[in-house]
């Protein structure tokens, strides 16, 4: 399994909205230059954020998105799933396709434990747990991907 620059984005813009508290709307472009990623591809991440319910689009001069829910409820399993689709580290086997013991003895042994450990890792996070105070800083977030 590796998770796309779609899904990795979409972490970063989350984290970066929720950092910036949930009260008034972020545009893109600000988020865009903090994390330095391109506002255009921003906008494709956005769009499927929004068709998820994680964020909403607030129109006007004051205008960009905030989020829809508190970041200790938002998982980051939950919004990888979203943006990535399966995130099982093999495709299960087509219907009607046998498969041979080995097979099944990889799968069990293998990848069904990794897919576990995957699941189980990352529906352990939410926006909130990513977000840690710096000892030193108060003000400045440390993020933990």
Known sequence: MKISTRGRY????????AAQGKDSPVTLASIAGRQNISVPYLEQVA???RRAGYIRS???A???YILLRTPAEIGIGEVLNALEGDLSVVDPPL?????????RCLRAAVYNKLDKTIHDTLNSLTLETMLCKDDENESAYMYFI
Do not use: S
Request: proline letters at 8%; aromatic letters at 0%; a neutral charge.
């Open 58 to 60: 607030v129109k006007g």
């Open 47 to 49: 769009v499927i954020l």
């Open 95 to 103: 219907p009607g396709e046998k498969e041979t013991p080995l097979q």
């Open 10 to 17: 979409g972490i970063r813009l989350l984290l970066d909205m």
């Open 62 to 64: 004051a205008g960009g």
